[in-house]
């Protein structure tokens, strides 16, 4: 079946420009997770969806980032106001349970690159 | 703060040795622990899951223990072959899930 699937693949943008970035989680997952991955650094969690609840976005690193989740399903995680420093590969991942304890499986990512 | 560390770093080795990843936590407190590979501009694959119950798992020519008292969790790869090469990540369920930076394996033919 269908993987975890992310969009898009590569974004470029100019500092200070926002961004949306899209994941599509497992079909009928209903945990949903953001993770960022930095040159030389190990994944940083952002934020976690139950539903289209978000019980967890301790990871979000400041008011730039927020995120939303529709119909259970699809998910989109925006940049406003983008700064160098976010430049990243962003991971989408999903799991079918309510805990947050079972495997999650990861979409492919988004590169992006902030100039 | 649960933190999560993986040596080595990078690890080359022929093809056909055996060998071990290591990974350390220091809140022992964990639901599971997996470990993932990532392959260079790809997501992450779990390969295996250890619930806190658990000493260890088995899939192929992996082999994942967990040592929860000590903090330790080692993956075992048999017989390494040239497509083993990747970066593997172990990471913790706490809450959240909490990862090392991963160990860079190269396996030579």
């Known amino acids: 079946g269908a993987g975890v699937s992310q969009s898009p693949s590569n974004k470029v943008t100019e500092k200070g420009k926002d961004v949306e970035l899209r994941c599509d989680p497992i079909?009928?997952?209903?945990?949903l997770y953001w993770y960022r991955q930095s040159l030389g650094q190990g994944l940083e969690f952002l934020i976690y969806?139950?539903?289209?609840?978000?019980?967890?976005k301790s990871g979000l690193p400041s008011d730039r980032f927020s995120a939303e989740r529709t119909g259970g399903s699809v998910s989109t995680l925006t940049i406003q106001r983008t700064q160098q420093e976010d430049s990243a590969v962003y991971l989408c991942?999903?799991?079918?349970?309510?805990?947050?304890?079972?495997?999650?499986?990861f979409g492919p990512g988004t590169r992006l690159t902030v100039l | 703060k649960q933190e999560v560390t993986q040596i080595p770093a990078a690890l080359s080795v022929p093809e056909g040795e055996n060998l071990v990843l290591n990974c350390s936590f220091t809140?022992?407190?964990?639901?599971?622990l997996q470990w993932f590979r990532q392959d260079p501009g790809k997501g992450l694959t779990s390969l295996l899951l250890?619930?806190?119950?658990?000493r260890e798992q088995t899939s192929g020519r992996l082999n994942a223990s967990l040592d929860k008292s000590s903090g330790r969790s080692t993956l075992y790869i048999a017989a390494s072959q040239p497509g083993d090469s990747a970066t593997y990540l172990c990471?913790?369920?706490?809450?959240?899930?909490?990862f090392g930076k991963g160990t860079r394996l190269s396996v030579i033919a």
């Open positions: 991942a999903s799991s079918s349970s309510s805990g947050r304890t079972d495997t999650q499986y």
């Open positions: 079909s009928g997952h209903t945990a």
């Open positions: 969806f139950q539903g289209n609840s978000a019980p967890d």
């Open positions: 809140d022992s407190a964990i639901y599971n």
């Open positions: 250890i619930q806190s119950s658990q």
């Open positions: 990471a913790v369920a706490n809450t959240p899930l909490v």
